[in-house]
């Protein structure tokens, strides 16, 4: 028996298992409580169900083109590209040309 473990369901033929403790939003909060981030300020790009909290809490939150529909509905940016595709690549791109201007060689 596994104790503390939790079944992710991923949709696919592949069985995912984690601490209940265990959070991605978890670790970036703290991260950024150290180094005084504010969470507005984080962008987060996610695929499956692990990725939900990121998805919801932060200043950005982006669902990668082949996520899962769960997590597609937590957020209106989804991602022209999939992972594969270097999705999140392309949206950073769009962003920080945003931010910094087409002059900026982006």
Do not use: C, H
């Not at 028996?1 to 209940?20: A, C, D, H, T, W």
């Amino acid at each position: 028996m596994v104790k503390n473990r939790y079944f992710i369901p991923n949709g696919k033929k592949v069985l995912e298992f984690q601490s209940e403790k265990a959070d991605k939003w978890v670790a970036v909060t703290n991260y950024l409580k150290s180094k005084n981030i504010e969470l507005s300020d984080v962008v987060s790009f996610g695929d499956e169900f692990n990725d939900k909290s990121m998805i919801k809490n932060s200043g950005i939150g982006f669902a990668m083109k082949n996520g899962i529909d769960e997590l597609k509905s937590l957020t209106n940016n989804i991602t022209e590209f999939t992972n594969n595709e270097d999705g999140v690549y392309f949206e950073l791109k769009k962003l920080f040309r945003d931010v910094l201007g087409e002059k900026n060689g982006l």
